[in-house]
């Protein structure tokens, strides 16, 4: 018997993925599943080799106290209820991106686990990936000295190709070109460059292809960010693009520079007109089968055999880099005026 049930909300593309990652943690196994489309238990039960009851009403599937966590990977704009319903039902909680689809939810997420003593995971899942965790390593070894700049860029084409385009053109559920996807290239650059962000400002556009013209919003945004220790960065997160997934990554400090997977490190002594190679696996598609889940929910496992908030992608850690997304979102909005994250 594992420690963990786990309750699904939602049963699309992001659920399969996290199921397979939580059967593969230590602790964790999934026990229930709650979709609004009636789903054949006996199937999914045998294929994952122990019972799985489904359940067409949530509040009944929150009423089992032998399930003790929920994973949410609803439409963005169901987010808000479905948390606040699971953090009343004290279960702890793991959450899709975006948080939800306004500050003010993302607040009330964040109040009601708070107030109800329960831990949260936010699927801000590249910080677990090797590309992340080498490139931290590096920034921690001091090989890149003391960054003043950092870009980290997200540029991935969601068109009619993708399984969420159908939802995800809408407002209400897409939301702008940082919630429904770029959030992980800002939440990457918030975690590298290691300080608070005092301010941001952002200009949006989108592209003049017939492929995307079916989208309600602005799907490229550029968003610069003022840190409060006197660094700068940037970040595009561009969903209507025509290339190759592309995680793109620059960090410039008074030690050396990394891009990507190349560095140079002036503590090395090596020859600065060159990079040097770091070998480790990128952030290279937008499969959910190839997003690094399973350390994340085994951090998450972990931490709440701990009694604590776990590592890198805690509700209050994610609070920060929704607030800077809305302030960018706000900013653009303006049509690229300066926005504090403390006037939100
Ligand atoms: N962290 C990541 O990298 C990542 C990747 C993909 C998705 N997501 C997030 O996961 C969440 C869900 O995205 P998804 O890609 O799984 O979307 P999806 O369209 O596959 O599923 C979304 C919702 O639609 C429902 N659904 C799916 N097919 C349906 C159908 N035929 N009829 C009725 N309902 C149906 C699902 O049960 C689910 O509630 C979103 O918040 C999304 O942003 C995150």
Redesign the pocket.
Known sequence: MKKYNVGI???????TAHMDAIEATKQGQVTAIY???PLDAKKISEKYGHPVKTYQQLDEMLADPDLHVVDI????S??RNQAVAAANAKKHIIL???MANSLQEVREIVAAAKSNGVMGCV?F?CRFSGQFTSTKAVIDQGLLGDLHYGEVDYYHGIGPWY??F??NVGKKDGGSALL??GC?ALDALLMVMGSEVESVTSLSTKSKSDIFAPYEYDTSSCTLVKFKNGAVGKCAAIVDCLQPYYFHTHLVGSQGSLLDDRFHSNKLHTDKKHWSKLSMHMLDS?D?AD?PYQSQFQAFFDALDEGREMPLTSFSQSLRTFEAVFAADRSAELGGVPVRVADL
């Open positions: 909300i939602g049963y699309g593309w992001a659920a979709s609004s489309r990977t609803s439409y963005p169901q987010h899709e991106k975006p699927c899942e399984g969420q159908r939802w429904t996807a992980h937008g959910v997003h």
